[in-house]
């Protein structure tokens, strides 16, 4: 696969950028004592990741994953406290990262198995580092925030397939083929 640069992956990295600062906010918006309205905004950075693992592969995917990091660690400090720009950070870069080797795997099968799973394995990842980085030995039953948060994760990633293979006959409008 060709290497892309930052500039030709400014679709994804813009998608990224604006599902990080999107899901900061609705964080800050509890739905009763088990979920915020991030649970339901997070899960498109698992969107934004396989279609653009799908469109031009796990290294730019990773570039994608990177950039991403640092604007959740940019914008997590400006409006959070460090221990939860610190969860928040380790969870979107492990659940990233993880999130492209499983789609990358399972790239070859059936449409909706890299994704769909890809995205259920990082969910996992990401909900289990930063509940338990941000709020573990705080007194908070963050077990109860975390099972809530990992349902609405799982859920939406069923949903968030069909936009997945609504996009695939177009990925090229995602990334412009490389030069």
Same mark, same amino acid.
């Given at each position: 696969?060709?290497?892309?640069?930052?500039?030709?992956?400014?679709?994804?990295?813009?998608?990224?950028?604006?599902?990080?600062?999107?899901?900061?906010?609705?964080?800050?918006?509890?739905?009763?004592? !088990?979920?915020?309205?991030?649970?339901?905004?997070?899960?498109?950075?698992?969107?934004?990741?396989?279609?653009?693992?799908?469109?031009?592969?796990?290294?730019?995917?990773?570039?994608?994953? !990177?950039?991403?990091?640092?604007?959740?660690?940019?914008?997590? #400090?400006?409006?959070?406290?460090?221990?939860?720009?610190?969860?928040?950070?380790?969870?979107? #870069?492990?659940?990233?990262?993880?999130?492209?080797?499983?789609?990358?795997? #399972?790239?070859?099968?059936? !449409?909706?198995?890299?994704?769909?799973?890809?995205?259920?394995?990082?969910?996992?990842?990401?909900?289990?580092?930063?509940?338990?980085?941000?709020?573990?030995?705080?007194?908070?039953?963050?077990?109860?925030?975390?099972?809530?948060?990992?349902?609405?994760?799982?859920?939406?990633?069923?949903?968030?397939?069909?936009?997945?293979?609504?996009?695939?006959?177009? #990925?090229?409008? !995602?990334?412009?083929?490389?030069?």
């Amino acid at each position: 696969m060709p290497t892309y640069t930052l500039a030709q992956l400014w679709r994804p990295i813009a998608a990224m950028a604006f599902v990080i600062v999107l899901s900061n906010v609705a964080v800050q918006f509890p739905i009763g004592d !088990w979920l915020t309205w991030g649970a339901f905004t997070y899960p498109l950075v698992f969107l934004v990741s396989d279609l653009t693992n799908r469109a031009v592969g796990p290294v730019a995917a990773r570039r994608v994953a !990177w950039v991403g990091f640092a604007v959740a660690v940019a914008v997590s #400090l400006a409006l959070a406290p460090w221990r939860i720009a610190l969860a928040s950070g380790a969870a979107f #870069l492990f659940s990233q990262l993880m999130d492209v080797a499983v789609f990358n795997r #399972l790239r070859r099968q059936s !449409w909706w198995k890299a994704p769909l799973i890809g995205s259920l394995v990082a969910s996992v990842v990401d909900t289990g580092v930063f509940f338990f980085l941000a709020f573990a030995g705080s007194g908070m039953d963050w077990l109860q925030l975390a099972a809530g948060d990992l349902a609405v994760k799982a859920a939406m990633a069923a949903l968030l397939l069909a936009p997945y293979r609504a996009m695939l006959p177009r #990925l090229q409008l !995602w990334v412009p083929a490389a030069r």
